[in-house]
């Protein structure tokens, strides 16, 4: 049992372990955990399966668990990664919009098994909390043309 008071449970259809390989292989500080299988049938897993995987991300505790078709993700819950270069914003979004992920605006995709995230730089942050309020609206709308994150446009319209 985890250490932690508080953790994340995603609700995957069968596919909960996959995802968190995904996410272990994906961003630093991240692993998968210890699997439970489930100790008798239920409506989504029987008897033996695996029912939840523990596994971090970015430092963060989450729970997968197999829960079966009945639920899907939607953009009402998203997960923020914080990037400091473009490099990184590139790498996030390519592993997360490749394999089956799709592409959204304003730095949100959603990956392969429809968990939804936003791949956000740091300098978008601060370009849109600018005290410049001509500055952060600038660079307000210059992310609102985009789907990923280009660093040197955000900040190219925070300068004007």
């Not at 100790?39 to 197999?66: I, K």
């Not at 098994?113 to 210059?142: E, H, N, Y």
Request: glycine share 10%; net charge negative.
């Amino acid at each position: 049992m985890t250490r932690h008071r508080m953790a994340t449970c995603l609700w995957f259809d069968g596919n909960a372990r996959e995802a968190a390989e995904f996410y272990a292989a994906t961003f630093p500080d991240s692993h998968v955990g210890r699997g439970l299988d489930s100790p008798a049938d239920n409506p989504s897993t029987p008897a033996g399966q695996e029912l939840t995987v523990e596994f971090t991300v970015l430092g963060q505790p989450v729970l997968g668990l197999n829960g079966g078709p009945a639920f899907r993700f939607n953009e009402a819950v998203s997960f923020q990664v914080y990037t400091d270069t473009q490099e990184e914003t590139d790498r996030y979004w390519n592993a997360i919009t490749g394999g089956g992920g799709k592409a959204s605006d304003c730095g949100w995709c959603q990956d392969r098994f429809g968990v939804f995230w936003q791949i956000t730089p740091r300098a978008l942050m601060q370009a849109i909390s600018d005290p410049d309020r001509a500055a952060a609206k600038r660079a307000m709308q210059a992310m609102m043309t985009m789907q990923k994150i280009d660093i040197a446009t955000i900040e190219a319209a925070r300068r004007g």
